[in-house]
C-alpha cells in the first residue's frame, strides 16, 4: 500500500517515481542497499561508549484531550553525561532533536556535539523522533503504528517538537538541573526541528545550531527548481564533459529499454541483478547516486548515506570523464554509480527491488504526504536531470492513493512562517545559527544571509549536507574548521548572555 | 454530569464549591443571572452598525493527520471595514483573539478597537474561539459537541491558537491584504491568548496589546494567594470596616444555616427565592459578588458582567458601612450584593439555581479541567473569603467526576513558559503590550514590568480587569486616558517600524 519508502533527503526522487512511471513505481524507489551499509567510521574508540540509550514515557497526543490522547508510547533518547559538568555548575546540555530515522544513526553523524562536549562541558541528549527507529507509538508495534492515517495521524512536526519540550523540561528536573541552559542541534529535518523548537519554545532551548535545514523549502518560498540547479551546478563545475554525459544518458538508456534486449543491455552495463529491472528504475537508481553524492560531497572519506570517498562527486566525474572508457557512456556511468553504490567493492549485483530501509526511514512518506510538502522542478532546460515537473495534484493522487489522506500544503508556513522571514524574524527572536554548505542541493531552501546580530547564517561554498556537524578529522579543510571555531564562538557567547543573565536574575 | 459552570474570570468560585460543598454544589455555582443582563452601553449609536458576522470553515484538529482531524466546523468572526484604509494602502488589521464566551459580548467590550480603528485606518475583525458562540464543531450542535471528552477534546489553547493563524492568513489572502500588518488585542483569557500568538505566530502578528492577561498564574510562578490578596486589598483600601464585616461574615452564615429556621432567615435577608437556599450557596452568591466587583471595579459606570455603577467596590463599602443598617450584617452584605446583583433594581428575588449562561462561558470548566490549572488559595489569615485550600488532588477528582478526564497542570508552562519570563524574554520576542489594572486580582499574575524595549508592561494602580480595552467615555479619569494614548503611542511604533522594514525588504 505505502510501500513508496522516500525520505527527507530525497523528495525530487519521490517526484521522479511519480512522474514518471506512476504509483506502480513504488516498489522501485532508491533505497540504501543494506549490503553495503556499514557502521560510520567514528573518531571515538568504540560506539558503545558513546551513549546509553534511554526511554521517556511520551504522551501520544499534546494538543488534544480526547481519551485516546492521553495514550503514552515509549520514546527513546541517547545520553551521554561523560563530559557534563553537572547540575551545580551550571554545565549546559546539548540535544540533538532528531529527525526522520533511527536515532543512533543520526547520534553517529553528529561528531561536532561529541568534538565540542569536553570544552563546554555538556551534557549530550539524542532525542528519537517520534515513529521511527524504536520510538514507535501504539506498543512499539510497527504493525499497528504505520497500518493507516488513524495510527500515523499523531506523526507530525509540531508533536514532535512537543515531545522534546516535554522531554527535556522532565529530564532538567530530574537532573535537578532546570537552570544548565540547553542548545538544540539539528541537521537536516532536524535542523528544521532545530530551528522551530527556538522560535516555538525559547523557555526549554537558548539557541539552535540548524543545519542544512531548508526551511523556506515550502509554497512558493525557494525556486522549485533549485534543488536540482545545484546539483547540476555540482557535476558542471567538475567538467562540462561531466555534466553533458549525465545529462545526454537518459535519452539514451531510454531508447535502450525500449529496444529488443536491450534491458538485458542495461542489466549488463550495470550489473544489475536478475529479479528485476525497468528503464525507469534504472534512472531512478543513477538519479539517486548523482542526487545522494551531491548532498554528501564531504572533503573527507564518509559513510553516513553509503560508504563514499572523499569529494565523491570529484570521483563521479572522475570516472565519467576516464578517456579509457571511450564513447562508452554506460561503462562512464556505471564508473560513477559505483563511487556511491560500490565503494568498497563488495557489491555482486545490484538489486532494484531491494526495499530494505537500514535507518529506518520509511515513514518519511507519510509526512510528505501531510505537511512536508517541498516542490522540485526538474523541466528546466539547464537541468542534469530527466525532465520531470512539479504537480501538487500528482503528489495529492499519490497521498490518497497510500494512505487516502490529502495533504495541507500550507500548513508549515502557517505554522512555522518562512514568508519573508528576514523582515519577520529582523526584530523577533534571536541565537540560532543556520549553517548551509552551498554544493548541498537542500542549501537552497535554506537561510543563506544573517538575518540579526544572533540569528546568523553560516554559509561554505564547498560544504555539503549538514558537514559542519560531521566528527572532526585530521584531513578536514581549513574552512570546515573555521565554520566551526565560528559556531564554538557563537554558542559560548549565548552561554556568556545567559550565565549573565541568570545572575541578574537571581540578584 | 458537568453542570459546574464556571469561567476564566472566577476560578476560585470553582474552588470554593468544591472545597466546601463537594461535587453536589455543582448546581449552585454563581452565574450571571441573566434578568439583569442587558446589552452593553455602547458609545456608537447602534450595535448593528458595529460589525457584520461572517463564517470560515475551520480546520477541526490542526495537529493530527487522523481521517476525523480533517473534519471543519464553522468559526465565527465579526468583521468592520468601515475605517479600513485598505490592501492598496497597506492599512493595519487589529484581530482579537476571542477568549472562553460568545465573540459578540467581547467585541461590544472591547471599544478601544473601535475608537482607535480610524485613527489607524485598521480593518477590525473579532475572531470566536472554538467550541463558544456559534463556533461550534460537531455541525454546530453543543449536545454533541459538549457531550464528552470525545468531542470536547478537541477545545483548547494552541488549537484556538492555530485557528487564529489560518483564518488570519486565509483573510488575508482574500482580501489581498497579505502585506497589511496585523495586531492582535485580548483581555483576560484572550489576552493571554494575544500574547501566545505573537510569541507563537510573529510570522501573522506583528504585535500584542495582552490586556489583564495572567500567563503567569500557572504552577508555583504567582503565588496562589495572590488573587484573594488582591480582592482583600480592594476593599480593605476603602474602609477597614467594610473589610472586616465582609470578613467576619462567613461565621455568621455559616452558624444561622445551621440553626432551626436559620435558612428562612437567610432567605428573607437577602431575598432569595423559593426554589433553593443553603448555607454554602449564600457564600458563593457573595463571594461571586466580591470577585466580580474588584474585578469590574471600573471608574465609569459599565455592563461587563452586570449593569454596574463607577467604582462599585467603593459602593459596596458604602453599603456596608452605612450607618443606618446598625449592627444588622445581613443588611448590610445585601446592600452590597444589591451593587452588583441588582443595580437596575428590577430583580423580584435572587434564584441559586439559576444556572443559565448568557455570556456562553460554560466550556471554561472543560478548559479548566484540562489545562487552566491556576491556583488559588484563600487559606491565609487576612484573606476577605471563607478559608479554603487549594488542592490540585480536589481538582483531579472533580474533573475526574465530570469529564472522566486528568488534568495536564504543566501544559501551559511547557508549550508558552512562564517560568522565569523575564530572562527568556529578555533577548527573545518583541511588540507585546502587558496591561494590567492594579485593583483587579488577576494582575497578581501579570506581567507586571516591563521586559524589554518592546516587551513593556502598562500598569495603572487604580485600573481593573482590562478597562483599558474598554469605550472611552467622557468621565474617564486621566490616568486611564494616559494608559490608552500609551498604548496608540506604542501601536504606531510597531506600524513604523514594519513600514519601514517592508519598504527596504522590497528594495
Chains 1, 2 share one sequence.
Not at 553495503?36 to 558503545?48: A, D, F, G
Not at 532551548?205 to 526551511?215: N, Q, R, T, V
Not at 512518506?365 to 542534469?384: G, R
Not at 515537473?389 to 497510500?402: G, I, L, V
Request: hydrophobic fraction near 40%; aromatic fraction near 14%; include cysteine.
Amino acid at each position: 500500500m505505502k510501500k513508496m519508502a522516500t525520505t527527507f533527503i530525497l523528495p525530487c526522487i519521490f517526484l521522479f517515481s511519480i512522474s514518471s512511471s506512476g504509483f506502480s513505481s513504488a516498489k522501485i524507489t532508491p533505497r540504501f542497499p543494506s549490503s553495503i551499509v556499514r557502521p560510520e567510521q567514528l573518531s571515538v574508540s568504540s560506539q558503545t561508549e558513546l551513549y546509553e540509550a534511554k526511554y521517556f514515557t511520551q504522551l501520544l497526543d499534546h494538543f488534544n484531550y480526547q481519551p485516546q490522547s492521553y495514550r503514552t508510547f515509549q520514546q527513546r533518547y541517547l545520553i551521554n553525561d561523560k563530559y557534563w559538568g553537572g547540575a551545580d555548575k551550571l554545565a549546559p546540555i546539548f540535544v540533538y532533536t532528531g529527525n526522520e530515522g533511527d536515532i543512533e544513526w543520526f547520534a553517529q553523524n553528529t561528531g561536532f556535539m561529541f568534538d565540542t562536549a569536553p570544552h563546554f562541558q555538556a551534557l549530550l541528549v539524542f532525542i528519537e523522533h517520534r515513529f521511527y527507529g524504536k520510538s514507535i507509538p501504539f506498543g512499539g508495534d510497527t504493525n499497528v503504528a504505520y497500518s493507516n492515517a488513524s495510527t500515523l495521524g499523531y506523526l507530525s512536526s509540531t508533536q514532535a517538537l512537543a515531545d522534546y519540550a516535554t522531554l527535556i523540561i522532565d529530564l532538567k528536573k530530574n537532573l535537578s538541573a532546570t537552570n544548565s541552559p540547553v542548545v538544540v542541534f539539528g541537521g537536516s529535518y532536524g535542523g528544521m526541528l532545530a530551528a522551530w523548537f527556538r522560535l516555538k519554545y525559547p523557555h526549554v532551548a537558548i539557541g539552535a545550531l540548524a543545519s542544512s535545514a531548508p526551511i523556506l523549502n515550502f509554497e512558493n518560498i525557494t525556486s522549485p527548481y533549485t534543488f536540482n540547479n545545484i546539483i547540476t551546478q555540482d557535476f558542471r563545475s567538475e567538467s562540462e564533459n561531466c555534466y553533458k554525459v549525465i545529462k545526454g544518458s537518459w535519452e539514451q538508456i531510454e531508447e535502450t529499454a525500449m529496444k529488443n534486449g536491450g534491458l538485458e543491455v542495461l542489466r549488463k552495463s550495470f550489473r544489475i541483478c536478475k529479479n528485476y529491472i525497468s528503464g525507469g528504475a534504472i534512472e531512478n537508481w543513477l538519479s539517486t547516486a548523482y542526487v545522494y553524492t551531491a548532498m554528501t560531497d564531504y572533503p573527507t572519506p564518509s559513510n553516513f548515506l553509503s560508504p563514499m570517498p572523499a569529494y565523491p562527486v570529484k570521483q563521479m566525474c572522475k570516472a565519467i570523464d576516464d578517456p579509457a572508457q571511450g564513447n562508452d557512456t554506460f561503462a562512464k556511468l556505471y564508473g560513477a554509480a559505483n563511487v556511491y553504490y560500490n565503494y568498497t567493492g563488495t557489491a555482486a549485483c545490484f538489486d532494484l527491488a531491494d526495499d530494505s530501509d537500514p535507518h529506518g526511514l520509511g515513514e518519511w512518506t507519510w509526512q510528505a504526504c501531510t505537511e512536508m510538502i517541498m516542490p522540485v522542478n526538474a523541466n528546466n532546460e539547464e537541468s542534469i536531470f530527466p525532465v520531470s515537473t512539479w504537480n501538487y495534484s500528482n503528489r495529492a493522487a499519490f497521498c490518497k492513493f497510500a494512505f487516502d489522506i490529502e495533504p495541507r500544503p500550507n500548513w508549515i508556513t502557517t505554522e512555522f512562517g518562512g514568508h519573508d522571514i528576514k523582515r519577520v524574524l529582523k526584530r523577533f527572536g534571536s541565537n540560532i545559527i543556520f549553517f548551509n554548505g552551498l554544493r548541498d542541493p537542500w542549501s537552497g531552501g535554506g537561510v543563506l544571509e544573517s538575518i540579526s546580530k544572533s540569528i546568523v547564517a553560516i554559509v561554505a561554498k564547498d560544504g555539503a549536507h549538514h558537514v559542519d556537524l560531521r566528527f572532526a578529522t585530521s584531513e578536514d579543510p581549513e574552512w570546515l574548521q573555521d565554520v566551526r571555531k565560528r559556531e564554538v564562538k557563537i554558542i559560548t557567547k549565548w552561554f556568556s548572555e545567559y550565565y549573565h543573565d541568570l545572575a541578574h536574575h537571581f540578584s
